[in-house]
């Protein structure tokens, strides 16, 4: 234990202590969040009833607030976790798809714009990623529950009206 008055330089475990490496009463920071790891490890029951307790004094609310408030101020995070947990990708990987179709639709070649923002499109069975898409695109594949015949008769039927509107 310090003595008050005098500031060690180093910990017993060796570890440098300055200013900021300090805990309030003057213990090693490092030390103190080691100590407090294997501490949950070995009893992760306390850690889950001081959390559930810690939730039930908040007030009503105040979990939803932080949420909002935690996706408002790192989007980036947010995303990255939604892709990684949906698809399987990760920012980088979307960024790489996007650089390859040159931030343009695969199915319209719409270019992706600030209200034009591209949607991850999938195969619904193997899970697997096959590009981006702007929402319109990636409706109409919903729509259609991505089966060629019925994409195919849509194409053959704006056909056929095209060309009878054509004759008139």
Same mark, same amino acid.
């Given at each position: 234990m310090p003595v008050k008055g005098f500031r060690l330089t180093h910990c017993k475990r060796g570890h440098l202590i300055s200013e900021v490496g300090r805990t309030g009463s003057g213990y090693c920071k490092l030390c103190s969040s080691i100590r $407090? !790891?294997?501490? &949950?490890? @070995? &009893?992760? %029951? /306390?850690r889950a009833r001081y959390t559930k307790n810690w939730i039930a004094k908040q007030p009503k609310g105040f979990q939803a607030a932080r $949420? /909002? /408030?935690y996706r408002k101020e790192h989007p980036e995070a947010v995303q990255s976790t939604r892709l990684k947990g949906r698809y399987g990708i990760t920012k980088a990987d979307q960024d790489a798809q996007l650089k390859t179709q040159r931030y343009r639709c695969a199915?319209? /070649? *719409? !270019?992706?714009? @600030? +209200?034009? @923002?591209? %949607? *991850? +499109? &999938? +195969?619904h069975t193997t899970q697997q990623v096959r590009g981006q898409v702007c929402h319109a695109c990636n409706m109409l594949l919903g729509a259609a529950k991505e089966c060629l015949r019925t994409l195919s008769n849509a194409i053959q039927y704006l056909k056929k009206w095209e060309a009878q509107h054509d004759r008139s």
């Open positions: $407090a !790891k294997n501490l &949950h490890k @070995k &009893h992760p %029951e /306390r $949420a /909002r /408030r199915v319209c /070649r *719409t !270019k992706f714009t @600030k +209200d034009c @923002k591209p %949607e *991850t +499109d &999938h +195969d």
